[in-house]
T-cell receptor, first 112, second 114 residues
Framework: KQEVTQIPAALSVPEGENLVLNCSFT??????LQWFRQDPGKGLTSLLL?????REQTSGRLNASLDKSSGRSTLYIAASQPGDSATYLC???????????FGPGTRLSVLP | GAVVSQHPSRVICKSGTSVKIECRSL??????MFWYRQFPKKSLMLMAT?????????EQGVEKDKFLINHASLTLSTLTVTSAHPEDSSFYIC??????????FGPGTRLLVL
């Protein structure tokens, strides 16, 4: 059974810093891995999707990498801004293309 | 494109009543819809997967008689929380996809049972 963990659980940084969020999964037979952002009391916003055959994806200040062999993904946020404050979730989708297994999330606070 | 809506966004009900939450794919036909539940300060957990026209597949530990899922059309799935109790208070999110394609998430429904 796939298990997804995220480290750290919470992170507080000053504005302008670059930061890395970590995601680990136990079963490397994934279809894809996706990073989401969740604002308090809100739904999910998809940030980046990495297919199992890809190593990384970039969108603006965000870069996500995937290493299936080690069961890891990282989300790199460059030049953080207070508006980046949110909970970041990673989710692994199984090889049959069905449901996601979500990590517990990293709560990020970027201080002005 | 690929917008998924949920209604209502918030609902407060008395214990013992039933609550229906709708999930709609607005601009595409979703063959598969997923229902997730999020407990406070915890991650999302899949409750069930539903394919249009067939019975939903529930995850272990999810009571199918309590959480009724209907996926009657390619654009609508409903989750009914029957005889709701305070412990059912949670944030419910649906997602929709075309077969094994990208999942698009709804904005979520916050349920508070008094």
């Amino acid at each position: 059974k796939q298990e997804v963990t995220q480290i750290p659980a919470a992170l507080s940084v000053p504005e302008g810093e670059n930061l890395v969020l970590n995601c680990s999964f136990t079963d490397s037979a994934i279809y894809n891995l996706q990073w989401f952002r969740q604002d308090p009391g809100k739904g999910l916003t998809s940030l980046l999707l990495i297919q199992s055959s890809q190593r990384e994806q970039t969108s603006g200040r965000l870069n996500a990498s995937l290493d299936k062999s080690s069961g890891r993904s990282t989300l790199y946020i460059a030049a953080s801004q207070p508006g980046d404050s949110a909970t970041y979730l990673c989710a692994a989708r199984d090889n049959y293309g069905q449901n996601f297994v979500f990590g517990p999330g990293t709560r990020l606070s970027v201080l002005p | 494109g690929a917008v998924v809506s949920q209604h209502p966004s918030r609902v407060i009900c008395k214990s013992g009543t039933s609550v229906k939450i709708e999930c709609r794919s607005l601009d595409f036909q979703a063959t598969t819809m997923f229902w997730y539940r999020q407990f406070p300060k915890k991650s999302l957990m899949l409750m069930a997967t539903s394919n249009e026209g067939s019975k939903a597949t529930y995850e272990q530990g999810v009571e199918k008689d309590k959480f009724l899922i209907n996926h009657a059309s390619l654009t609508l799935s409903t989750l009914t929380v029957t005889s709701a109790h305070p412990e059912d208070s949670s944030f419910y999110i649906c997602s929709a996809s075309i077969w094994e394609g990208t999942q698009y998430f709804g904005p979520g429904t916050r349920l508070l049972v008094l």
